[in-house]
């Protein structure tokens, strides 16, 4: 019985891994791409990870599943983020059919601090590492 | 571990190694930078899962440890390639 749950559940995430890795290969666009692997490729892993506790059956096997479900589901989408931004920060291009783009119209609203770092390129580095 | 179970872990270690052939092919079209960047890193995702299946085929438990280790080591890359981008950009 314990087979039988643990298999389901690792076929239905490794059918997420790999729905994610056709998007990162089909998708038109980096920024869609980045969105369709962030969450289909952690959601897959997550449901790797409980299959895998399930046949253990041990408390240990378990704790550690959830540890690195739990380190997944919180450096994934802070990396998605960063990289997110600072691929627009050095110009990769939207998709062409992309019509909102609310972190222009955020960037426009600030005053720009990217000039005044410019001004002095040495010092302020470290403050705006990421 | 009854034979049939064994037959579905391989089936599911093969649709790993396929996704991850995808996945290189995007590391060599990629157009930009952060395409191969995140491309990586799904490579990475995709080996915690590999990691986990091979240890339920083996039985051995001190395979998850490795697994534990390689998702924190992938943040580190993708935080990494980041500061670089950025670092580049502005010079």
Known sequence: ?130 | MSNWFEIVLIIALILLSFSIVLVFIRILLGPSLPDRVISFDLIGTTTIGMIAIYSIITGVESYMDAAIILSLVMFLGAIAFAYYMNKNHKS
């Open chain 1, 1 to 130: 019985m314990i087979e039988i749950i643990s298999a389901v559940v690792i076929i239905v995430g490794v059918l997420f891994v790999v729905i994610g890795a056709v998007g990162l290969l089909r998708l038109p666009d980096f920024y869609i791409r980045i969105s369709a692997i962030t969450k289909a490729a952690t959601v897959g892993v997550a449901c790797i990870m409980i299959g895998v506790a399930f046949y253990f059956n041990e408390i240990s096997m378990a704790f550690k599943a959830f540890a690195v479900i739990l380190f997944l589901l919180i450096t994934s989408p802070i990396a998605a983020h960063i990289i997110g931004k600072a691929a627009y920060n050095s110009g990769v291009p939207l998709w062409k059919k992309t019509e909102i783009n609310e972190y222009e119209e955020y960037k426009k609203s600030k005053p720009n601090p990217e000039e005044s770092e410019n001004a002095s390129p040495g010092k302020s580095e470290s403050d705006n590492v990421i």
